[in-house]
């Protein structure tokens, strides 16, 4: 097998191997959830209990029945004590379940059901009800990418396993433990779609699961044709289009979609979750997540209830040393969204938390741009973020326009590789949103 | 002597014929001007600031003189300017005089920081990267981003972290309120006289709000209640006067436990804002 890759992109320090080898670990005791009602990407949604109800596992407490919406179920078994705004894993303040458990277990999922015989509409419709939604980042209602206009027809799915971001290793636990679940939620998807063909790209310093996958593909993928590629180890190997680059050798087109090439691109947890949604009826209602860094005593890898507070599982769970702790990130390092303490639940899309050292969390003041060009070689979109640094610093918003700033999918490459350590993302994202809103004015005007 | 006088002759007759030619050509190619446009741009204040939305006010002008803008679209030039524009283009103008009030009194040492900010050192990149620095995600972050599109000088940034608006040289064009990302400034007409709130923290549980900030409003309702003339209601978790019923009664500044309140008021005909429990945007002790 050879590597195939996308051109730019960085290779940060790893640091996988903390955590790598370490089995996942359940946590089922919890003495209360803190579930937020809106964890996707998309229109707000409503909460469906009050305070004092009792709720079963499983059990929808919040819909809409919107567009680009996704239900939100309890993850466990209790009474609804509050119902507020709490601190999320994107540190705003956002309405949150508060459920204590009641220790009874009762447990209410759908019926199962079987994804190989179902029709289309019934398997799209469970994934729905489950509540899946993108685990790996951005919450990106399954459902509606795995229900495409009918002029985008998909020819391939993605199993984005490369999993790029360092200290993160939830991804490749999974696919160590549990590969064939997850080659089933694949197969499950690809016959949804109607598709022929299955990719998972898999980055190189995850070699050791091609065995498993191999084996799980032949056992549990009911024919569906589903290959292993391997990817060069390299950030950001597992941005979207990224990896539909370097797997099909298609590019997506600037401010297009990755169903605009044909392609379907879903998490690893997002595939297990589909499995069992099916096999089980079990709702997106725990995940998997990779606790590390250097103020954390002992590494792992976590399977808990969606809204289990991480405070809550210090120190018994997690062993945190408090004076060395200098930033704690919700995600991953590149990508992931600093937080001011750990008093926050882990939502549908948490894939890490990291609690970093003072050595690990250093940010170096910014020096002028010394005009070097490392930030071109390494943009994994093709920009020049120097040009567009310079663009956004004049308030040039059309050449920032042209130039592309806004085919940018914030990284955070550019700014790593910096010798003169500006902040070169953070600008682009101010830029994006400015020129988002001066578009949409100039929409509004045109209209007027 | 003769060579003096033939230049001279030369010069007076050169200059004769130029300005005959200049003339004639200028009656040829006369391009019309809409004499309003000549007069609404006299009126107009001339600071080019673009809080009309053109790029400045000869452009304004033009517009205005084609029928294709309102007449009390400047803001800097407020009611007295839009009546003259008003009367130059024949019709009547409602505009108010408007200024800015911050509705956020989060001072440094009240309304504590989340964590230590290392990012870019705009309200706007904080915003995006962290919903907000301080513990309160809609307090004011105090990086100045108003104070920087104020084209008045009439915004500047104080010790205690928050803008302080100068009243007597804010013109109420509104840079400042469409440049702040947490949207904390009020565009409130100087004529307006009444009790404002100037908080904007909206999440509803109490304990919550105290963790944040000292001087946040901590939803007790005290203002709602007390007030004599039922005119203060709460709307997405802030009190919000009526000013049509407000009387500057003062009850409302009394009860509020945390001094949320202020009173705007029109002094000796400056029509200046002013705060009766705190100066500008600094609050009174807790």
Same mark, same amino acid.
């Given at each position: 097998?050879?590597?195939?890759?996308?051109?730019?992109?960085?290779?940060?320090?790893?640091?996988?191997?903390?955590?790598?080898?370490?089995?996942?670990?359940?946590?089922?005791?919890?003495?209360?959830?803190?579930?937020?009602?809106?964890?996707?990407?998309?229109?707000?949604?409503?909460?469906?209990?009050?305070?004092?109800?009792?709720?079963?596992?499983?059990?929808?407490?919040?819909?809409?029945? $919107?567009?680009?919406?996704?239900?939100?179920? #309890?993850?466990?078994?209790?009474?609804?004590?509050?119902?507020?705004?709490?601190?999320?894993?994107?540190?705003?303040?956002?309405?949150?379940?508060?459920?204590?458990?009641?220790?009874?277990?009762?447990?209410?999922?759908?019926?199962?059901?079987?994804?190989?015989?179902?029709?289309?509409?019934?398997?799209? #419709?469970?994934?729905?009800?489950?509540?899946?939604?993108?685990?790996?980042? #951005?919450?990106?209602?399954?459902?509606?990418?795995?229900?495409?206009?009918?002029?985008?027809?998909?020819?391939?799915?993605?199993?984005?396993?490369?999993?790029?971001?360092?200290?993160?290793?939830?991804?490749?636990?999974?696919?160590?433990?549990?590969?064939?679940?997850?080659?089933?939620?694949?197969?499950?998807?690809?016959?949804? &779609?109607?598709?022929?063909?299955?990719?998972?790209?898999?980055?190189?310093?995850?070699?050791?699961?091609?065995?498993?996958?191999?084996?799980?593909?032949?056992?549990?993928?009911?024919?569906?044709?589903?290959?292993?590629?391997?990817?060069?180890?390299?950030?950001?190997?597992?941005?979207?289009?990224?990896?539909? *680059?370097?797997?099909?050798?298609?590019?997506?087109?600037?401010?297009?979609?990755?169903?605009?090439?044909?392609?379907?691109?879903?998490?690893?947890?997002?595939?297990?979750?589909?499995?069992?949604?099916?096999?089980?009826?079990?709702?997106?209602?725990?995940?998997?997540?990779?606790?590390?860094?250097?103020?954390?005593?002992?590494?792992?890898?976590?399977?808990?209830?969606? $809204?289990?507070?991480?405070?809550?599982?210090?120190?018994?769970?997690?062993?945190?040393?408090?004076?060395? *702790?200098?930033?704690?990130?919700?995600?991953?390092?590149?990508?992931?969204?600093?937080?001011?303490?750990?008093?926050?639940?882990?939502?549908?899309?948490?894939?890490?938390?990291?609690?970093?050292?003072?050595?690990?969390?250093?940010?170096?003041?910014?020096?002028?741009?010394?005009?070097? $060009?490392?930030?071109?070689?390494?943009?994994?979109?093709?920009?020049?973020? #120097?040009? &567009?640094?310079?663009?956004?610093?004049?308030?040039?918003?059309?050449?920032?326009?042209?130039?592309?700033?806004?085919?940018?999918?914030?990284?955070?490459?550019?700014?790593?590789?910096?010798?003169?350590?500006?902040?070169?993302?953070?600008?682009?994202? *101010?830029?994006?949103?400015? &020129?988002?809103?001066?578009?949409?004015?100039?929409?509004?005007?045109? $209209?007027? | 002597?003769?060579?003096?006088?033939?230049?001279?002759?030369?010069?007076?007759?050169?200059?004769?014929?130029?300005?005959?030619?200049?003339?004639?050509?200028?009656?040829?190619?006369?391009?019309?001007?809409?004499?309003?446009?000549?007069?609404?741009?006299?009126?107009?204040?001339?600071?080019?600031?673009?809080?009309?939305?053109?790029?400045?006010?000869?452009?304004?002008?033009?517009?205005?003189?084609?029928?294709?803008?309102?007449?009390?679209?400047?803001?800097?030039?407020?009611?007295?300017?839009?009546?003259?524009?008003? %009367?130059? @283009?024949?019709?009547?103008?409602?505009?108010?005089?408007? !200024?800015?009030?911050?509705?956020?009194?989060? +001072?440094?040492?009240?309304?504590?920081?989340?964590?230590?900010?290392?990012?870019?050192?705009?309200?706007?990149?904080?915003?995006?990267?962290?919903? =907000?620095?301080?513990?309160?995600?809609?307090?004011? @972050?105090?990086?100045?981003?108003?104070?920087?599109?104020? /084209?008045?000088?009439?915004?500047?940034?104080?010790?205690?972290?928050?803008?302080?608006?100068?009243?007597?040289?804010?013109?109420?064009?509104?840079?400042?309120?469409?440049?702040?990302?947490?949207?904390?400034?009020? @565009?409130?007409?100087?004529?307006?006289?009444?009790? !404002?709130?100037?908080?904007?923290?909206?999440?509803?549980?109490?304990?919550?709000? /105290?963790?944040?900030?000292?001087?946040?409003?901590?939803?007790?309702?005290?203002?709602?209640?007390?007030?004599?003339?039922?005119?203060?209601? @709460?709307?997405? =978790?802030?009190?919000?006067?009526?000013? %049509?019923?407000?009387?500057?009664?003062?009850?409302?500044?009394?009860?509020?436990?945390?001094?949320?309140?202020?009173?705007?008021?029109?002094?000796?005909?400056?029509?200046?804002? +002013?705060?009766?429990?705190? +100066?500008?945007?600094?609050?009174?002790?807790?």
């Amino acid at each position: 097998m050879s590597t195939k890759t996308f051109r730019g992109g960085a290779h940060p320090p790893e640091r996988k191997e903390r955590s790598a080898e370490l089995p996942i670990e359940r946590v089922e005791q919890v003495k209360q959830v803190v579930i937020p009602v809106n964890q996707h990407f998309g229109a707000p949604i409503q909460p469906l209990v009050k305070v004092g109800d009792s709720v079963k596992r499983g059990q929808k407490i919040a819909d809409s029945d $919107g567009r680009m919406t996704c239900p939100v179920h #309890a993850s466990i078994a209790g009474t609804v004590k509050k119902i507020e705004p709490r601190m999320q894993p994107n540190n705003v303040e956002g309405l949150c379940v508060v459920i204590e458990p009641d220790g009874s277990g009762a447990t209410e999922f759908m019926s199962p059901l079987d994804g190989f015989a179902c029709t289309k509409e019934e398997a799209l #419709a469970r994934i729905h009800e489950a509540g899946i939604v993108g685990m790996g980042g #951005a919450g990106f209602p399954t459902w509606v990418k795995l229900a495409p206009p009918p002029n985008k027809p998909i020819d391939v799915v993605i199993a984005n396993a490369a999993e790029c971001e360092p200290y993160l290793t939830i991804d490749e636990r999974v696919l160590t433990e549990k590969p064939g679940d997850f080659v089933e939620g694949m197969a499950v998807v690809m016959r949804l &779609l109607g598709v022929k063909r299955g990719v998972i790209g898999l980055e190189e310093n995850k070699k050791h699961c091609v065995a498993g996958l191999e084996k799980a593909v032949a056992e549990r993928a009911r024919g569906a044709a589903i290959e292993i590629v391997l990817l060069k180890t390299k950030y950001p190997q597992g941005g979207e289009k990224m990896l539909i *680059v370097a797997v099909t050798g298609k590019e997506v087109p600037s401010g297009g979609l990755p169903m605009d090439v044909g392609a379907v691109v879903q998490n690893v947890g997002t595939f297990v979750a589909v499995c069992e949604a099916f096999r089980d009826g079990k709702p997106l209602i725990e995940r998997g997540f990779t606790a590390s860094g250097g103020a954390l005593e002992s590494p792992k890898n976590l399977y808990v209830p969606i $809204g289990t507070v991480i405070a809550d599982l210090v120190p018994e769970v997690l062993k945190v040393d408090e004076a060395k *702790v200098r930033k704690v990130i919700a995600g991953g390092p590149m990508m992931g969204v600093p937080v001011p303490n750990w008093t926050f639940p882990v939502q549908k899309n948490t894939s890490g938390v990291l609690f970093l050292d003072a050595d690990e969390a250093k940010a170096p003041a910014e020096d002028p741009c010394i005009r070097c $060009g490392r930030c071109m070689r390494a943009c994994s979109c093709r920009l020049s973020p #120097a040009l &567009l640094n310079k663009a956004l610093e004049a308030g040039d918003l059309d050449l920032a326009r042209e130039i592309g700033v806004l085919d940018c999918i914030e990284c955070g490459t550019c700014s790593f590789v910096c010798p003169a350590r500006i902040q070169l993302v953070q600008r682009f994202r *101010v830029g994006k949103q400015l &020129l988002r809103n001066k578009i949409a004015k100039e929409a509004k005007h045109a $209209g007027k | 002597m003769n060579i003096v006088l033939i230049t001279l002759g030369f010069a007076f007759a050169l200059a004769f014929a130029i300005g005959l030619i200049l003339g004639v050509f200028k009656k040829l190619f006369e391009v019309p001007v809409d004499p309003r446009v000549t007069a609404v741009r006299d009126a107009l204040p001339g600071a080019n600031c673009g809080a009309c939305g053109y790029p400045g006010c000869d452009a304004y002008a033009n517009a205005v003189a084609a029928g294709q803008a309102p007449v009390d679209k400047c803001a800097p030039g407020g009611k007295s300017v839009a009546e003259s524009v008003a %009367s130059l @283009m024949g019709v009547t103008a409602s505009a108010e005089d408007v !200024v800015a009030v911050l509705l956020c009194q989060g +001072v440094k040492d009240k309304a504590p920081q989340k964590g230590e900010y290392v990012g870019v050192k705009t309200c706007r990149a904080a915003k995006i990267s962290t919903g =907000g620095t301080k513990l309160c995600q809609w307090g004011c @972050m105090g990086f100045g981003d108003c104070a920087l599109v104020c /084209m008045f000088d009439a915004l500047h940034m104080g010790d205690d972290g928050l803008p302080h608006v100068d009243y007597d040289k804010c013109t109420g064009c509104g840079m400042c309120a469409a440049e702040c990302p947490q949207l904390l400034f009020q @565009m409130a007409p100087k004529a307006r006289v009444g009790s !404002v709130v100037t908080c904007s923290n909206r999440n509803v549980v109490k304990a919550n709000v /105290m963790k944040t900030c000292k001087v946040g409003c901590i939803k007790c309702e005290a203002c709602v209640r007390a007030c004599p003339e039922k005119c203060i209601a @709460m709307v997405n =978790g802030i009190p919000v006067t009526d000013y %049509s019923k407000c009387t500057s009664c003062g009850v409302c500044v009394e009860k509020c436990p945390t001094k949320c309140y202020h009173l705007l008021e029109t002094i000796e005909g400056k029509s200046v804002v +002013v705060r009766k429990s705190g +100066v500008d945007a600094a609050p009174a002790e807790v």
